[in-house]
């Protein structure tokens, strides 16, 4: 699909022909899985999948939401001045979020918007879709409003949109990748102070293969708010015997000393991931940086490996995968990326190898789950911005 029929789709449900096109990307975590809601490091990078967004001002207060990807909802249509949450209102309770917290945070929002929005994330696939919806709306509001929003508040307004207004108990990276995407670079990001490093991934003649297992990732019905939960006991235990904020303060050395004093083995597995993967987050820039690629393909199948055994948020698509793409020649390393629980793992492999590793590894997962993967090739890219003609 390109920008040309979308503007076409647009015209024809608003009847406008004046608007603005933009995108915003989605996003993977190349290391550093659920360290960013227990204060560690996550690396992430935004990809070149994502959501365009068309917009246009409206003279009256009606916002018109429309998605190409759930075009049987046809227009959904909000009052400026009632912004609650209401399920009835499906997806639109994401960029409905943004334009609430932007107004409440006393942002002159003072007439309505039409936009069209068209996604090409698979819907469910772990690449954080909603990240994406939720700062294009941002982007698409500073925009058109000609608002002064600091990037790090759109960022921090989408997390709370997620927090307060969805009921999910997610961190802040799937925003911040997304909005501080850079491309052919990665973020090395402090998720206790904010602060973070622009790491540039150079991965000479290898790519990054996402893997999709077609298994849905429905993330507020997941096992993930428990996760948080049996983390922040971890702590809380910790806490009594040492002086420290978060798991992610910890290394490896301090927490194998006082690991004893957890109450029970699953507490324990528990924060031993939340230490040791924010460790390997650390050494994977570390070895980004050096162009030690192989070191850093290690780190991937040891975060898997974690993510199943310690963190057990994997499941038998995602290490059925995964474990195809381990058997697979001209691979540097596979993991599962985002909050597990079905979704999509990454693979990193070498170009002139990709189109056999697809054909095996979707074989084998075939044969082994039952239905068919999905296979992408990702760049890493910008974050949100205005498009000028260019293809979707």
């Known amino acids: 699909m390109n920008l040309n029929?979308?503007?076409k789709k647009f015209t024809e449900l608003f009847k406008q022909t004046d608007m603005e096109a933009f995108f915003s990307p989605g996003r993977i975590n190349l290391i550093g899985e659920h360290t960013d809601y227990n204060g560690g490091n996550v690396f992430p990078c935004a990809i070149t999948l994502g959501t365009y967004g068309l917009a246009a001002k409206r003279e009256d207060k009606t916002l018109n939401f429309y998605s190409e990807n759930f075009a049987e909802l046809g227009i959904i249509s909000i009052d400026l001045d009632n912004l609650?949450?209401?399920v009835a209102d499906r997806w639109?309770?994401?960029p409905k979020g943004m334009i609430k917290f932007l107004k409440e945070s006393g942002y002159d929002i003072n007439q309505g918007l039409d936009i069209l929005y068209y996604g090409n994330i698979p819907n469910g696939a772990g690449l954080s879709s909603s990240a994406s919806i939720e700062l294009l709306t941002g982007f698409i509001v500073q925009t058109l409003f000609g608002l002064d929003i600091d990037r790090l508040e759109l960022?921090?307004?989408?997390q709370r949109v997620e927090n307060e207004f969805i009921g999910v108990?997610?961190?802040i990276m799937d925003q911040f990748a997304v909005g501080k995407g850079k491309k052919d670079t990665?973020?090395?990001?402090?998720?206790n102070t904010l602060e973070y490093e622009l790491i540039p991934v150079v991965l000479e003649n290898h790519s990054i293969v996402i893997m999709n297992t077609k298994k849905?990732?429905?993330l507020a019905d997941s096992k993930y708010n428990e996760r948080r939960s049996e983390c922040d006991q971890a702590l809380t235990e910790l806490q009594k015997f040492l002086t420290v904020s978060s798991l992610g303060a910890l290394d490896e050395q301090t927490f194998a000393d006082h690991q004893s004093i957890l109450s029970n083995e699953t507490i324990l597995k528990r924060a031993r991931h939340a230490v040791t993967e924010n460790q390997r987050t650390l050494k994977a820039a570390v070895a980004l940086k050096a162009g030690n690629l192989k070191e850093f393909g290690q780190l991937m199948n040891q975060s898997h490996i974690s993510l199943r055994d310690d963190y057990e948020v994997t499941g038998p698509e995602l290490d059925a995968i995964v474990q195809a793409a381990w058997d697979q020649p001209g691979i540097l390393g596979a993991r599962m990326t985002g909050a597990g629980f079905g979704g999509c793992a990454i693979a990193i492999v070498e170009n002139d190898k990709i189109d056999d590793f697809i054909d095996q590894v979707g074989k084998q997962y075939l044969d082994q789950i039952g239905y068919p993967g999905e296979f992408y090739i990702a760049q890493i890219s910008d974050g949100p911005k205005l498009l000028e003609e260019e293809s979707v």
Do not use: F, H, V
């Not at 960022?155 to 989408?158: L, R």
């Not at 990665?186 to 998720?191: H, R, T, V, Y």
């Open 216 to 218: 849905r990732r429905e």
């Open 5 to 7: 029929n979308l503007k």
């Open 84 to 86: 609650e949450y209401n």
């Open 92 to 94: 639109t309770n994401y």
């Open 186 to 191: 990665a973020i090395l990001l402090d998720c």
């Open 169 to 171: 108990n997610s961190g």
């Open 155 to 158: 960022i921090k307004t989408g």
